[in-house]
């Protein structure tokens, strides 16, 4: 798969600007599909056990997607690729932060996405558990809501994904 050669130089730079345009060279992109089953892919390979097709398994879809480096550094874990592995794992401590960056956690400035599983993602990373959600439709954004057990309220700004999925589908 071809990407701009600065696509992950956001891992390197605490800069904002890096991981925006890393998002919306995805969103952009022809064959990005926010509702893609690219994760049950690489979760059933592991789950065989094939570690090299999680390793070796490319998608747009995943490329900013923390849980799929978590996989593949698993993945790599398992084949004694330590260096890959922990390679996977950063970056995908890399996405996480991106995305806590992308916002102010507010209805004026919410956590930026590219797939409704990254939500439960951050949640996980920030050691929180989901427990009410909720969508809000304004006139220009669509806004998912997570209250969770400890009281804390994340938003997510979920519009782009929901536009991509209408164009997808003609909705």
């Not at 956590?111 to 558990?129: A, K, S």
């Amino acid at each position: 798969m071809t990407m701009p050669d600065n696509f992950y130089q956001f891992c390197d730079s605490q800069n904002q600007e890096d991981f925006v345009r890393s998002r919306e060279y995805i969103l952009n992109h022809f064959d990005y599909e926010p509702y893609s089953q690219d994760l049950h892919k690489l979760d059933g390979y592991f789950n065989k056990g094939e570690y090299d097709k999680v390793i070796d398994f490319e998608s747009i879809n995943i490329l900013l997607s923390p849980r799929a480096n978590f996989i593949k550094g698993s993945a790599c874990m398992k084949m004694d690729k330590v260096d890959l592995a922990i390679e996977y794992d950063t970056k995908g401590i890399k996405i996480l932060e991106g995305i806590l960056r992308s916002g102010k956690n507010s209805f004026n400035s919410p956590l930026q996405i590219l797939r409704v599983e990254d939500e439960r993602d951050v949640i996980n990373f920030l050691e929180d558990e989901l427990d009410q959600q909720r969508l809000k439709s304004t006139f220009n954004r669509d806004l998912d809501i997570i209250k969770c057990k400890s009281g804390k309220e994340y938003v997510f700004d979920v519009s782009l994904i929901l536009k991509k999925q209408g164009e997808q589908y003609d909705f």
